[in-house]
């Protein structure tokens, strides 16, 4: 663990802000010492959000960095597709996709280690070839990149909102329009930092569904995303009264069999190779679990 210790010369700028542009962490890294109550000021700790004044006394504790070895994992890998830039996979349900603290195998990376050897360095040890995740209980489609090329070509298509990701869920009650866009500001959480949470303090999330299919107690939809916020779809279907069904982080757990998390897939991934600049989409079936809920849910309705 080291100890820095600065003395603000700025007014009116953010604590991680600051700390990213006087030491050597970036600012997520000073969010993350925040959260930890690592980071304090004039003696006290605050949040990342905290405001300084000149001549406030600014400390933060950093730990030190484990030494980390990611190791291969001989690991099935459902492959959609795959080159020499991007390979594309579909994720199995409970499979997380990156190592972290207490998470070091069985993860995504690890079975992409042991396929593909190479894998882009942008995002570090812990997650090589990663540019965009889904939840671990999430399936679907997901595209990790070979080299670092690639790995900007298609960070830069998400953050454009070019590369398009749309999902199936099945949601708790019956929803009344065919289509619907819920427009809610995203955020942590203050009573649980481990959820998300729709506030005004939020970063602009946009989704958009269509209902594919009704049943007596739930509704079968389709999803596209605009944004893409933490667990977005999950605390927005919350939010208009319509959980993901089997979502017990914000919802209740399926009442009609085990799924063993949300139901919820990443069905189709749309993006433009970044070597051919040519559009490929891409899309993942139903995993049996849910075929078989849907199965018992028309049953329902047709009782």
Do not use: W
């Not at 596209?224 to 999950?234: E, F, K, N, P, V």
């Amino acid at each position: 663990m080291s100890r820095e210790l600065f003395t603000s010369e700025e007014d009116g700028v953010r604590v991680d802000k600051y700390l990213s542009t006087v030491s050597s962490i970036s600012r997520t890294r000073a969010q993350q010492l925040c959260e930890l109550g690592l980071v304090k000021v004039n003696g006290q700790p605050v949040k990342s959000a905290y405001k300084l004044e000149v001549d406030d006394v600014v400390e933060a504790e950093i730990p030190d960095d484990e030494p980390l070895a990611i190791e291969p994992g001989s690991i099935p890998l459902d492959i959609l597709y795959e080159d020499s830039d991007v390979i594309v996979i579909n994720k199995p349900k409970g499979m997380v996709v990156h190592p972290a603290p207490g998470v070091y195998t069985g993860t995504l990376v690890n079975a992409l280690l042991y396929h593909c050897r190479d894998l882009s360095g942008i995002n570090g040890v812990l997650r090589p070839g990663i540019v965009h995740r889904i939840d671990k209980d999430t399936t679907g489609c997901l595209v990790a990149c070979k080299n670092d090329f690639a790995h900007r070509a298609i960070a830069l298509q998400l953050q454009d909102k070019t590369c398009h990701r749309e999902y199936k869920a099945v949601v708790e009650g019956v929803l009344r329009d065919d289509d619907g866009l819920i427009d809610a500001p995203i955020g942590r959480d203050a009573r649980d930092r481990q959820k998300m949470t729709v506030t005004e303090k939020g970063r602009e999330a946009r989704t958009r569904f269509h209902v594919l299919e009704r049943y007596a107690h739930a509704s079968f939809i389709q999803c596209a995303l605009d944004t893409g916020r933490t667990h977005q779809i999950r605390v927005h279907m919350k939010f208009i009264g319509h959980p993901v069904m089997g979502d017990e982080k914000y919802g209740h757990a399926c009442r009609y069999m085990d799924t063993q998390g949300q139901v919820l897939h990443a069905y189709r991934l749309t993006f433009v190779h970044p070597r051919t600049g040519k559009e490929m989409t891409f899309e993942a079936p139903l995993p049996d679990y849910f075929e078989k809920l849907l199965t018992i849910l028309r049953g329902e309705t047709e009782a």
